[in-house]
T-cell receptor, first 109, second 114 residues
Framework: GIQVEQSPPDLILQEGANSTLRCNFSDSVNNLQWFHQNPWGQLINLFYIPSGTKQNGRLSATTVATERYSLLYISSSQTTDSGVYFCAVVDAGANNLFFGTGTRLTVIP | ETGVTQSPTHLIKTRGQQVTLRCSSQSGHNTVSWYQQALGQGPQFIFQYYREEENGRGNFPPRFSGLQFPNYSSELNVNALELDDSALYLC?????????????FGPGTRLTVT
């Protein structure tokens, strides 16, 4: 099956700092989503971005499908940004999301 | 627009028992997928239901089974519970049973098997 790798595994930031999270995947994809999992386990949709660039407030994402990676940018981080960020993809032969191992972000005041 | 809902929120069962988890899809969605998330890991695909039929299955044994109803809600049933079944069970809904549609997740059911 498709492999999804996220880096870094852990990230600690001072409030107000910027960060970049990376997702590498091993095959062509029809779907790529970024999620934020809050401390209660809820997966919150951040971006649906199989290709191109999108922005939503302080967050933006870029997927370069031909080079099989996606980046999530968080600017001016806030303590509420803390949690685990997952990248998940659907490859051409499947209907389900394959998740990476996540990046655990901690924003300290 | 109503989001994805799941019940119950938490559940404690004994090894060997059976459990049923429920999911209501987001309004307008006809596809439901179930995922298992063990502590410290990413969610793993269990199966997907589209138009009341199984439309793909992950690497889970037959004691994990499901149903989808005409209103697109779904159940996940697990028989002969094992300690390793302790996990967060997540349900996701999407517009169709194909790969190009965004999936939206419910809040999850946390199952503890003792």
């Amino acid at each position: 099956g498709i492999q999804v790798e996220q880096s870094p595994p852990d990230l600690i930031l001072q409030e107000g700092a910027n960060s970049t999270l990376r997702c590498n995947f091993s095959d062509s994809v029809n779907n790529l989503q970024w999620f934020h999992q809050n401390p209660w386990g809820q997966l919150i949709n951040l971006f649906y971005i199989p290709s191109g660039t999108k922005q939503n407030g302080r967050l933006s994402a870029t997927t370069v499908a031909t080079e099989r990676y996606s980046l999530l940018y968080i600017s001016s981080s806030q303590t509420t940004d803390s949690g685990v960020y997952f990248c998940a993809v659907v490859d051409a032969g499947a209907n389900n999301l394959f998740f990476g191992t996540g990046t655990r972000l901690t924003v300290i005041p | 627009e109503t989001g994805v809902t799941q019940s119950p929120t938490h559940l404690i069962k004994t090894r060997g028992q059976q459990v049923t988890l429920r999911c209501s899809s987001q309004s307008g969605h006809n596809t439901v997928s179930w995922y298992q998330q063990a502590l410290g890991q990413g969610p793993q695909f269990i199966f997907q239901y589209y138009r009341e039929e199984e439309n793909g299955r992950g690497n889970f044994p037959p004691r994990f089974s499901g149903l989808q109803f005409p209103n697109y809600s779904s159940e996940l049933n697990v028989n002969a519970l094992e300690l390793d079944d302790s996990a967060l069970y997540l349900c996701a809904s999407s517009l169709a049973g194909t790969s190009g549609y965004e999936q939206y997740f419910g809040p999850g059911t946390r199952l503890t098997v003792t």
